[in-house]
């Protein structure tokens, strides 16, 4: 059964120095209290695995936690750069960043061979493209019934899946709707997990379309309400498009980025002094 | 050209008419994502909109900021996951056209969204290839739509993210790839379409007000004409109006 802890005992517990890290949620539902609360503690040295980096990875690369990033699309979704991923691979800074890089369908197909306990995953992928030339974890293997080659990608196998869910229940059973993408893979793929919930319920009302995953399969269950900020969280609050949007003039300096995750996540000391450090600003 | 109607728009609505009402379209973010909008207000009412997020037949009101903003779930004939949405429904061959943007286009297709320069050290470290190597793999055909300038259609990818025609006839049977590949590469001057021969894009359509020598200055290879070059037809106002009501509403969405 998961514990049900707060944010910041589930971090210190199961997230360490050098740890591969994979904090997802398809544009919906990203762990943004999870990724501040790794910022707050200081991780370094970690390997970030997720499809799409976001402002969550933009941060804590800039923020100097990773050594390494394994993705397949790192911009600011419909807006341009991820500023901080871009300074990191072009100059260094805050330190070098190694990159593994996939595609979508790649990244997809590792997460489900982890969670199935495969070595590796198969898939109609990368044929023609330079991405197997850059990537060692992309190589081919020839089917044994029919002769035809195929990609095969490793299986991703991370220490640590963290994902934002809307409702856990007193037992820890965590349940996800609305856009699912790639969770429950990525935490059935980890050693360690952590699920972080909109709300706590007496018992999960099972919604259409939705993907519980039992709390025995959890490590930690931690309640950060608005914790998917700026991302969403289906039926609970919209996706805070303006805030992509003005990440981009905050994320492009170094400076601003900095003093802005000094106030608004360094000297909060959870996701809801984060939330009240936001609203000063717009009063 | 009824009015005064910009080349982004002229370009927004050439690439939404390439579709046909009832195609089941994978939508890429950007301009793809306008056009497909754009078609399924005007002459498609029955596209089918797929978005990598794992929504199937969603139909937006409004321009989506990103591919997995909350409307698209809410109106979608079925979400699923993203491992799902890559195995079975576009490795599964379900998908009739793929739209799809690049920051760079060589002359036989292929398509760069990975890096400008060498790729240990790029000058600029662009968002990375996405969905895009499978779409334009395994849709039965691909659309592209871009700004055409010599700093977009080069005559040599710094890198190459998704295969068109790859090094130019037969490659892509080579390769084992399924689908036709690119069919049209849709610009704000005109549109190319591959030669059937050589597979190498020709530019087949100059929009309004576009001469042939503008078109080539603005291609970093020899651009070869069609031998049918034709105009396309300005837009309509129905179709500007659509465009505009759509635009007009995403940036409202996009600075609330």
């Given at each position: 059964m998961a514990d049900i802890v707060p944010l910041s005992a589930a971090v210190e517990g199961l997230v360490r120095d050098g740890d591969t890290v994979a904090l997802e949620g398809f544009t919906h539902l990203?762990?943004?209290a999870a990724g501040h609360e790794i910022v707050r503690q200081g991780r370094r040295h970690l390997t970030l695995v997720r499809m799409t980096p976001d402002v969550?990875?933009?941060?804590?690369?800039?923020?100097?936690?990773?050594?390494?990033?394994?993705?397949?699309?790192?911009?600011?979704?419909?807006?341009?750069?991820?500023?901080?991923?871009?300074d990191a691979v072009e100059r260094d800074w805050p330190a070098p960043l190694e990159l593994?890089?996939?595609?979508?369908?790649?990244?997809?197909?590792?997460?489900?061979?982890?969670?199935?306990?495969?070595?590796?995953?198969?898939?109609?992928?990368?044929?023609?493209?330079?991405?197997?030339?850059?990537?060692?974890?992309?190589?081919?293997?020839?089917?044994?019934?029919?002769?035809?080659?195929?990609a095969a990608v490793s299986a991703l196998r991370p220490d640590v899946g963290v994902i934002h869910a809307q409702q856990a229940d007193r037992e820890g059973n965590v349940q996800l709707w609305g856009i699912v993408g790639v969770q429950k893979e990525a935490v059935?793929?980890?050693?360690?997990?952590?699920?972080?919930?909109?709300?706590?319920?007496?018992e999960l009302e099972r919604r259409p379309g939705g993907v519980v995953i039992p709390g025995w399969a959890v490590d930690a269950v931690a309640l950060a309400p608005g914790g998917a900020h700026p991302s969403y969280a289906h039926g609970y609050y919209d996706r805070d498009n303006a805030f992509y949007v003005r990440w981009d003039a905050i994320s492009?300096?170094?400076?601003?980025?900095?003093?802005?995750?000094?106030?608004?996540?360094?000297?909060?000391?959870?996701?809801?002094?984060?939330?009240?450090?936001?609203?000063?600003?717009?009063? | 050209m009824s009015g005064a109607c910009t080349a982004d728009e002229m370009m927004a609505v050439a690439a939404a008419r390439m579709l046909r009402d009832g195609d089941v379209c994978f939508v890429g973010i950007g301009l793809p994502s306008q056009a497909a909008n754009l078609a399924r207000r005007t002459h498609a009412p029955r596209l089918v909109l797929v978005y990598e997020s794992g929504t199937i037949g969603a139909k937006p009101t409004r321009l989506p900021?990103?591919?997995?903003?909350?409307?698209?779930?809410?109106?979608?004939?079925?979400?699923?996951?993203?491992?799902?949405?890559?195995?079975?429904?576009?490795?599964?061959?379900?998908?009739?056209?793929?739209?799809?943007?690049?920051?760079?286009?060589?002359?036989?297709?292929?398509?760069?969204?990975?890096?400008?320069?060498?790729?240990?050290?790029?000058?600029?470290?662009?968002?990375?290839?996405?969905?895009?190597?499978e779409i334009a793999a395994l849709c039965r055909s691909t659309l592209v739509v871009m700004r055409q300038s010599p700093r977009s259609f080069v005559?040599?990818?710094?890198?190459?993210?998704?295969?068109?025609?790859?090094?130019?006839?037969?490659?892509?049977?080579?390769?084992?790839?399924?689908?036709?590949?690119?069919?049209?590469?849709?610009?704000?001057?005109?549109?190319?379409?591959?030669?059937?021969?050589?597979?190498?894009?020709?530019?087949?359509?100059?929009?309004?007000?576009?001469?042939?020598?503008?078109?080539?200055?603005?291609?970093?290879?020899?651009?070869?004409?069609?031998?049918?070059?034709?105009?396309?037809?300005?837009?309509?106002?129905?179709?500007?109006?659509?465009?505009?009501?759509?635009?007009?509403a995403g940036d409202g969405a996009a600075s609330a």
């Open positions: 990203i762990p943004h969550v990875y933009d941060q804590l690369i800039g923020m100097g936690c990773a050594r390494r990033l394994v993705f397949s699309w790192g911009g600011n979704p419909g807006v341009g750069s991820l500023h901080r991923l871009r593994e890089e996939h595609s979508h369908a790649g990244m997809a197909a590792r997460y489900a061979a982890g969670a199935a306990n495969l070595p590796f995953g198969v898939l109609r992928g990368y044929a023609g493209t330079d991405l197997p030339a850059v990537t060692r974890s992309i190589a081919t293997v020839t089917c044994p019934f029919t002769g035809e080659e195929l059935l793929a980890s050693a360690r997990s952590i699920a972080t919930v909109e709300e706590i319920v007496p492009r300096d170094r400076e601003r980025f900095l003093a802005w995750m000094e106030r608004h996540v360094r000297q909060t000391a959870d996701v809801g002094e984060y939330h009240r450090s936001l609203a000063e600003l717009a009063a | 900021l990103s591919i997995g903003d909350g409307e698209l779930a809410e109106t979608a004939d079925a979400v699923v996951s993203v491992p799902e949405i890559f195995a079975y429904w576009l490795q599964g061959g379900r998908i009739d056209v793929g739209f799809l943007g690049a920051a760079q286009i060589d002359r036989f297709g292929n398509l760069n969204s990975t890096v400008i320069g060498p790729y240990e050290r790029p000058r600029v470290r662009l968002p990375g290839a996405g969905g895009a190597p005559e040599r990818l710094d890198f190459r993210s998704s295969v068109g025609c790859g090094d130019g006839p037969g490659d892509r049977a080579r390769l084992g790839l399924r689908g036709a590949g690119v069919t049209a590469v849709v610009t704000d001057l005109g549109v190319l379409e591959p030669d059937p021969e050589t597979c190498e894009l020709t530019l087949t359509r100059l929009h309004p007000g576009v001469g042939a020598e503008e078109a080539r200055a603005a291609t970093g290879w020899p651009l070869r004409l069609g031998a049918d070059l034709a105009e396309s037809d300005p837009p309509s106002q129905a179709e500007l109006d659509a465009l505009r009501a759509l635009t007009s």
